[in-house]
């Protein structure tokens, strides 16, 4: 019988030390290549602090994942960050027929 994932597993902070580890990057040369705190950034993937805000720290982040803009990772990298703190992404936001249709999305993930 498959396992299923625990809630710890999913999230911006277990995605990005999954991507760190594929790209073989370790936390140290994660820190320096994004010029962040090693133990924030230790603490971002284990959801202990949410992930930050600021769209140059999630830029510099995601200049040292290897996310490329426009990419469905670099894309996944940004809404898992502005959902983890309770937020719709910037470009979803902006689009007024996307604003228009999410409470038929809030209805259908409600059940």
């Known amino acids: 019988m498959a ?6 597993e ?11 580890d594929e790209i073989n990057l370790t936390l140290r040369q994660f820190a ?11 603490k971002y993937e284990r959801g202990l ?6 769209p140059g720290t999630l830029e510099r982040m995601a200049r040292a994942l290897q996310l490329k803009k426009g990419t469905d990772a670099h894309r996944d990298f ?3 960050a ?8 910037a470009d979803l ?4 027929k ?10 259908t993930v409600r059940g």
Do not use: C, Y
Request: aromatic share 6%.
């Open 93 to 96: 936001q902006s689009d007024p």
């Open 32 to 42: 320096l290549e994004s010029k962040l705190d090693p133990g924030n950034l230790s």
């Open 98 to 107: 996307v604003v228009a249709r999410m409470p038929l999305l809030f209805r």
């Open 3 to 8: 396992r299923e994932p625990k809630r710890e």
């Open 78 to 80: 940004t809404d898992l």
């Open 49 to 54: 602090l949410p992930p930050p805000q600021d």
């Open 82 to 89: 502005a959902a983890s703190a309770g937020r719709i992404p």
């Open 10 to 20: 999913f999230g911006f902070g277990p995605w990005v030390r999954r991507r760190r």
